[in-house]
Every structure is written in C-alpha cells, then in structure tokens.
C-alpha cells in the first residue's frame, strides 16, 4: 500500500480566527492528528478492500474532551493549488459512493486514539483511472446552551483523510511548462507550472535556484514537495520571495522530480528583472527531461 505517510494533518478545511471583545472563545479539542493523513490504494473493478486510519487526541495539561462527527466529501485542486471541497459525489472520478466507513461519529478524550475502519468496493464495471474521496472529521458544537451572562464563541475545525482509488492500468504523463516571476499583493513570487496528461497523479518534488548576474546564490529550495498534481490537470506553484529582487539578470533553475520512475525534468530562465518596469519577459527558456 503506497503513500501511507505519518502526517499530523493540522491541515483545516475551515479556520476561523475570532477577535470579539467580550466573548470566550473556546474550543472542544485540543487539536488532533490522522494518522496516515492519506492513503493510495491500487483496486481492480468488483474488488473490495477495508484500510483504516487513526484519530489521535494527543495528551493535554487540563483534559479536554468533545464529540466528533465524519463525513464524506469530494474534492479537487485548482490551478492555483488550492483544494476545494464539494458533496459527496458530486465531482467528477469521485469514490465517495463506494466507501462506508465507522463510526460515523465518537467521542474522544485527551490522549485516547480511536481507529476508523474504511471499506472500499469498487464497481465491477468501473473503467480505469484515479478517484478519489476524502473524509472530513470535525467537531459537533455542545448541546448546552451558554450560562446566564456568559457569551460564547465555538472555534471548530475540520482535519481531512484523503483516499485516492487507482484502479489500473494508469499513466503518468507529467512535464514542466513554465518558470517566472510575477508581482502578487503579497510580494515577489516565483511560480512553477507544471501539467499532468497521464491517468495517474503524480507527487513533484521540486529544486529551485536564482543566481544573480555574479553568480551569487540569492534563493534555493531543496526537494520541496508541491501539491499534488492529479490527472489532465495543471497547477502553478508559487514561491514566495520575501527579501525581492534588486534589478539585475538573474539565472533561475527549476528541476522537478515527479517521483513516477521517470528522469528528473529540469527548466532554466534568465529573467532581465527590473521592478519599476512593468514587464519582466525571460531572455531566455530552456527545459528537458
């Protein structure tokens, strides 16, 4: 069983950061981990599998202790490498409708795990490629009403389990197609695009340098691990330049690994960057495989 990673998802679906004076905020668990955070499971049509993963409420000064509701729910990346959520089943290659799961809902306290199992049936005349599910765990509000006097905000949050169905045969067919810098209202970003046009997701690990017109070394990241990039689908990842760029010609390099077996794909620009021009168009562009 591939990609089952020890992840403490404290990835929320749904955050709210209340500042409201004169109100208590308060949450009924003090954070919780999935454990695996995800799972890939290779499933042939008519074929039934049960996995499961782990809830852990990890253990706290004061006990805390609260009910938590799952649901089943699909799900998608945009090109901009957000994930967006929809109804269970109502995407497109989604396997929320062979899924069952339990429990439904449980009670958990400070330092107490509780399994949940999953079984997956797929349908026998189900054609190749990756679906996929996820399903969220998240807090119930409290039945009780506030006290006299007493005004109460409930924070919740939603953890997410991510199943992906790969029912063979599949393809991966992923490639870089751009490197470049852009000005965002957060600052300098560099953004890396790359496309899958296989039937199969693939997971990129990506290196990145910039070198100025001296060949001093001005940013590198090593092996980062982007989002994941599904089927017949793009996504732009950005990277985030937090000191800029003073104007000069730079030298950018981005090499991708795509963790499919395949050789690394590697892309080179030189960028003439100037701020105070209101376009940046690379010298040069080179990629390979």
Not at 83 to 99: D, T
Not at 186 to 210: A, F, K, W, Y
Not at 241 to 269: C, K, W
Request: proline share 7%; with cysteine.
């Amino acid at each position: 069983m591939s990609g089952r990673k020890t992840i403490a998802w404290r990835l929320a679906a749904l955050a709210i950061l209340v500042f409201l004076s004169g109100f208590e905020a308060k949450a009924q668990t003090a954070g919780l981990g999935l454990d695996p955070g995800r799972i890939e499971i290779p499933m042939k049509p008519g074929q039934e599998k049960t996995i499961g993963f782990t809830i852990d409420s990890p253990f706290s000064e004061v006990s805390v202790r609260g009910r938590l509701l799952l649901s089943l729910t699909d799900w998608n990346v945009n090109e901009d490498t957000s994930i967006v959520y929809g109804e269970a089943g109502s995407m497109k290659n989604s396997a929320s409708s062979w899924v069952v799961f339990s429990p439904a809902a449980v009670t958990i306290s400070s330092g107490q795990k509780q399994l949940v199992r999953v079984t997956v049936r797929v349908p026998v005349q189900t054609t190749p490629g990756l679906y996929r599910t996820a399903i969220f765990v998240q807090e119930r509000p409290p039945a009780s009403p506030p006290q006299n006097g007493e005004q109460l905000v409930y924070i919740r949050f939603r953890y997410v389990f991510f199943l992906y169905v790969i029912v063979p045969p599949v393809s991966v067919q992923p490639e870089v197609t751009d490197l470049k810098l852009i000005t965002a209202p957060d600052g300098l970003r560099l953004v890396c695009e790359m496309t899958n046009q296989g039937s199969r997701h693939v997971r990129p690990l990506i290196s990145i340098s910039i070198h100025n017109s001296h060949k001093d070394e001005i940013k590198l990241v090593r092996n980062y691990e982007a989002t994941v990039l599904l089927p017949f689908s793009t996504i732009r990842e950005a990277f985030h330049l937090n000191e800029g760029l003073t104007p000069d010609m730079y030298e950018i390099s981005a090499q991708v690994d795509f963790q499919d077996d395949g050789p690394l794909h590697s892309i080179h620009r030189t960028v003439d960057w100037n701020p105070l021009r209101e376009t940046h168009a690379p010298e040069k562009t080179t990629a390979e495989d």
